[in-house]
């Protein structure tokens, strides 16, 4: 399924980088519309909890109407399956892998459980990986090169390597490694493994096995937790017209924290006791409007700022 040529002007409105506004190079294109993804749609599960549902649809109408159409953001899954669209409607090849992710990610485990986007190029033949990550991982396109290393946003740096994991059982097998250090200069700090993937290709039964499991299994991260993240742009100084990364915003535990380029720091920002407070800091720092029976929905999750479940709503 693909998107319309109506669909693919208005979603390309809605991260504010119109075809009028396209670079010719096709890398640069893709860095530009990753960045402007990744600013104007948050990653988030608020729509898992804030949902009369508690239902997450991957069918690429359902995620237009979701994120375009009715503003709202979504996890790695939804993510990816609208920016793969948008990418073959702008004549990209895409290929659709499944991503496993690190113990220090926010996913705290090592399911098989988003998903990397990769889009063979003419040039040289390589292929650059994409993932509309948590936080902030990787927020540009690179070369599937074994041992490319890169700034993600300073002093964060990032690795990819093609090698085995400590998980394998036989160490000849290989995959690709996505790392990162909060160092630029110094060698001695660690690297961390973020997520890994294989070039095998996905398809949407796949995809709709994980998103089931991610958003319904009570041992999955995102159910018994809530959070968004988004990312901050400001205009690139070396390339007229483009943007460059230039933070992290990040709901979690009931704070909005604030990274900036050249710190680790994440400063509050802003906080929630309640329902109210939680509601106006999602759509004032990640644009996410809920409507009244989304905001009534919470209230059957356990997730609540106010009340438990257990207490009916007045």
């Known amino acids: ?15 504010e980088y119109p075809r009028s506004q396209h670079a010719a190079d096709p890398l640069r294109r893709l860095q530009q519309l990753m960045l402007h993804h990744v600013a104007r749609v ?20 359902d995620l237009f109407d979701k994120i375009v159409v009715r503003s709202k953001g979504g996890y790695c899954l939804e993510l990816n399956a609208l920016f793969a669209a948008i990418l073959r409607g702008l004549g990209y090849t895409v290929l659709t892998v499944g991503g496993r992710a690190g113990a220090s ?22 292929k650059v990986p994409h993932v509309p990550a948590r936080h902030d991982r990787r927020r540009a396109p690179f070369p599937l090169i074994s041992g490319t290393e890169f700034t993600v946003l300073a002093p964060r740096r990032g690795r990819l390597e093609y ?26 700090a660690p690297w961390v493994e973020q997520y890994c993937f294989v070039e095998l ?7 709709h096995q994980m998103n089931y499991y991610t958003s319904t299994n009570p041992q999955s991260f995102f159910m018994p937790h809530l959070l968004a993240v988004r990312a901050l742009v400001a205009p690139d100084p070396a390339t007229p017209g483009d943007v460059r990364l230039a933070g992290m915003l990040t709901y979690w535990r009931d704070e909005v924290r604030r990274r900036s380029e050249g710190s680790m720091e994440r400063r509050v920002v802003d906080t929630a006791t309640t329902e109210a407070e939680r509601i106006a800091a999602l759509e004032k720092w990640f644009g996410i409007p809920l409507t009244e029976a989304d905001r009534e929905s919470i209230f059957s999750t356990g997730l609540a700022l106010d009340r438990g479940p257990e207490q009916p709503i007045q």
Do not use: C, K
């Open 42 to 61: 948050p990653f988030e599960n608020v729509g898992l909890h804030y949902n009369p549902t508690h239902r997450l649809s991957l069918a690429l109408d």
């Open 201 to 207: 290709e996905h398809f949407a039964a796949d995809y």
């Open 105 to 126: 990610d926010f996913l705290l485990s090592r399911r098989l459980s988003s998903r990397t986007n990769t889009f063979p190029l003419s040039r040289g033949g390589s």
């Open 1 to 15: 399924m693909s998107l319309t040529e109506e669909q693919l002007d208005r979603a390309l409105s809605h991260i």
């Open 163 to 188: 090698r085995s994991i400590d998980l394998h059982t036989d160490p000849t097998q290989r995959l690709w490694v996505y790392s990162t250090r909060d160092s630029l200069d110094d060698d001695a």
